[in-house]
């Protein structure tokens, strides 16, 4: 009788720490699907980062690299040209828009808001095709 009750309690301790086990595999792996895009070399930075935390007054924008030229919309809505600042950034190019008076936005709202830097080369000789980058970040 004794060796059963031990082979039972084997099976079932087995059987718990692979529950376990399987448990701990789906919390670490969970949310892993929701990579953000990867950028191009034309665009070495945003601003705000990613999904960080900005104020509703913060700039918002890209750096660009050299030889590209870009525009900028924030929740799908166009900045236009002449709000926003384009500076030469180091090697590059940076745009950006900073709410305020008479403006597109005075202010965000406060939550959840994605950017969008279209951008084209303006290298001689080379493709002029655009793309865009996309990312998101909360305003509080």
Known sequence: MFPVRDT??????VGVLAVAG??????????RDERPPTRSGAVT?????????????????ADLAFGYTGELAIDDHPIP?????????????????????????ERLDAGRHCATVSYTTTT?????????????FIAS
């Open 8 to 13: 039972l309690r084997r099976v079932v301790v």
């Open 22 to 31: 399987f448990a701990m595999y789906l919390a670490m792996t969970r949310g």
């Open 45 to 61: 930075r945003v601003f705000p980062q990613s999904d960080a935390v900005a104020l509703r007054q913060d700039a918002v924008g």
């Open 81 to 105: 040209l002449d709000q926003l600042q384009q500076v030469a950034a180091g090697n590059g190019l940076r745009i950006s828009f900073t709410p305020g008076n008479g403006k597109e936005f």
């Open 124 to 136: 001689p000789g080379t493709s002029a095709a655009g793309s865009s980058y996309t990312w998101c």
